[in-house]
């Protein structure tokens, strides 16, 4: 079965400085999603950013950006010049890719609360 | 083009009741999933639904919980004999098809359960 992990349940930073939100899994599944989903305080899932597993290549989307490393099944997301707006809880999400034994759900961890400081 | 809707946005149940939960997919949409959030916790996946299908539903408790997603009209999480420990935030998903698609979320639902 595949778990998420992540280890930094509160994190704090001061606006415009960057921050690492830290994230494990674990898989024996070769093709895979990962994603970074923010949730604000009204609750709303978003979607920060995606990570296919076959691309070596980090995704970055504006501000966000994450380190993917495959072998030490991590994947950690940077905000860089953070911004008050930031506040909220940030989850990891895994899927695998749909096939006829896997139907496409995310696996969530626990989720980082990051408060960003004026 | 309206987003995922879910109503009620709260729903608050006395122990022994029933509650329905709704949820209208984006247009387009043929695949809903249904996650639950305790508090302080991250959410869980539940059971997914195709119309008029159920096709996973390994995370839904055996008793009590229900889903459907009929041929015409939103997809219902039924919960019979509500006891705390159901309350949660409810949140459906939908996608377009399940083949490296992303999930658009619904607002939720915050069931409270007296």
């Known amino acids: 079965a595949q778990t998420v992990t992540q280890s930094q349940p509160e994190m704090s930073v001061q606006e415009a400085e960057t921050v690492t939100l830290s994230c494990t899994y674990d898989?024996?599944?070769?093709?895979?999603?990962l994603f970074w989903y923010k949730q604000p305080p009204s609750r709303q899932m978003i979607l920060v950013i995606r990570?296919?597993?076959?691309?070596?290549q980090n995704a970055t989307e504006n501000r966000f950006s994450v380190n993917f490393q495959k072998a030490a099944k991590s994947f950690s997301l940077k905000i860089s010049d953070s911004q008050l707006g930031d506040t909220a809880m940030y989850f990891c999400a895994f899927m695998t890719y749909f096939g006829s034994s896997n139907t496409g759900k995310l696996i969530f961890g626990q989720g980082t609360t990051l408060q960003v400081k004026p | 083009n309206a987003g995922v809707m879910q109503n009620p946005r709260h729903l608050v149940r006395r122990r022994g009741q029933e509650a329905r939960l709704r949820c209208s997919p984006m247009?387009?949409?043929?695949?809903v999933y249904w996650y639950r959030q305790l508090p302080e916790e991250g959410l869980k996946f539940m059971v997914y639904l195709q119309k008029e299908n159920i096709i996973d539903e390994s995370g839904m408790p055996k008793e009590r919980f229900s889903a459907e997603f009929p041929k015409e009209g939103p997809s219902i999480l039924r919960i019979q004999q509500v006891v705390r420990g159901d309350s949660a935030a409810y949140f459906c998903?939908?996608?377009?098809?399940?083949?490296?698609?992303?999930?658009?979320f619904g607002p939720g639902t915050r069931l409270t359960v007296l």
């Open positions: 898989t024996s599944e070769s093709n895979y999603y």
């Open positions: 990570q296919e597993a076959y691309k070596q």
């Open positions: 247009k387009g949409h043929s695949h």
């Open positions: 998903a939908s996608s377009p098809r399940t083949e490296n698609n992303e999930q658009f």
